[in-house]
């Protein structure tokens, strides 16, 4: 059971992520002042990916409060930071973003870093 | 410096919006967790795995507050994805487990080993690294 809700957690956040990402550059630039979060209410309202990332995201959410019913922190914190490596692959070949060596090895370095934090 | 072009602003400009939205983000979501992990701690109802309970626990104003900073907090990190790479927000934003461990040990006395500031330091150096790298590899800002 443990292992079927990390990767329902990391799937549901990779697909909350990258549908946000997505849905997001094609909207344009938002602002977070008062009437950007109004507009972006809106928005998330009229898109169908933003609503299906908002799910995707409850999905994670929940997923991960189980998984700590029954794991301690210190497994389903660095297991959450498994979505890092699948993100930014598909962030490379989904949403087309160019990732260098550099934003690679500083990626990879902060997967550790998490790995430590929860461990 | 790009040279700003209709409602194109210049890349400085573009960077520095940028880093006040990761730096916002931060900071809602980490003093969301505080204002809820304090709220819980001092809930007077026994840990249950029922839902009545967390809807409960709603009712209390830390609690709350939490929830609220949290909702605004996914909001935030919407907005900042239609201005930054999701591979770069990843990263970058990964600061906040430095300042969730920084909250932690000072207002609810947690315990904050060795291991887990390793551990924020690596995060410190890793979104260092990514945010030396462009913000915006797609579309007009590339």
Known sequence: MKWVLVVLMVSATVASDVLQSFEMKRSGEQSVGARGLVRLLRLIAQRKFLILAIGCLAVSFFSFMALVQTEPLSFAVPASAASYVFETALARFVLKEC?????????????????LVGG | M????????????????????????????????????????????????????????????????????????????????????????????????????FLGKTFLHEAVTAQRWTGTVLIVIGAALVGSTSESTTGQRA
């Open chain 1, 99 to 115: 990732v260098g060596p550099r934003r690679i090895v500083g990626t990879l370095i902060v997967l550790a870093g998490v790995a």
């Open chain 2, 2 to 101: 790009i040279a700003s072009e209709g409602s194109l602003k210049p890349r400085g400009d573009h960077l520095a919006r940028t880093y006040a939205v990761v730096a916002l983000f931060i900071a809602l979501k980490a003093v969301g967790n505080l204002a809820l992990a304090w709220g819980m701690k001092h809930s007077s109802e026994a840990p249950s795995a029922s839902p009545l309970h967390y809807l409960r626990a709603m009712l209390d104003p830390a609690v709350a507050l939490g929830v609220a900073l949290l909702i605004l907090s996914v909001l935030t990190r919407m907005a900042l994805l239609s201005m930054a790479d999701l591979s770069f927000v990843l990263p970058v934003t990964a600061i906040g487990y430095v300042l969730a461990a």
